[in-house]
């Protein structure tokens, strides 16, 4: 089981589903949002318990960011034409237990930074 929530409290998630796709996002969208690199995971949407007031932003026309509008926790990514559902990794309570399995979008990375492990890296 994995449990996770925003930094103020108010949203709070569960999930006994294994995580897959973890990963390291570097596109301009989650630096701007995330003010870094965004980590995540996902499972089947159905398997992610939501308990709270998640604020959803259409941050283009195939996904939408979800996030707490009190204390600004960016904490889902949701493909519109998908049945999965991503979560912040780094909101999760205590250890996950995951390892990275890749970084996306590695061609708009910060300048400010290098990525120096053996973990695969997508374009």
């Known amino acids: 089981m994995l449990n996770g929530s925003c930094l103020c409290g108010d949203i709070s998630f569960a999930t006994e589903a294994t995580p897959r796709g973890t990963s390291m996002c570097h596109c301009g969208q989650c630096r701007k949002q995330s003010g870094g690199i965004w980590s995540s995971a996902f499972v089947p949407e159905a398997d992610l318990n939501i308990s709270g007031p ?17 204390c600004g926790s960016y904490l889902f990514w949701k493909a519109n034409d998908e049945d999965t559902i991503s979560f912040a990794l780094g909101a999760i309570d ?12 590695v061609a708009d990375k910060g300048d400010y930074y290098a990525l120096r492990d053996d973990v695969a890296q997508k374009e």
């Open 94 to 105: 205590g250890p996950t237990g995951l390892t990275l399995e890749k970084h996306i979008f």
């Open 54 to 70: 998640v604020s959803w932003f259409a941050s283009s026309d195939v996904a939408r960011r979800g996030f707490c509008a009190r």
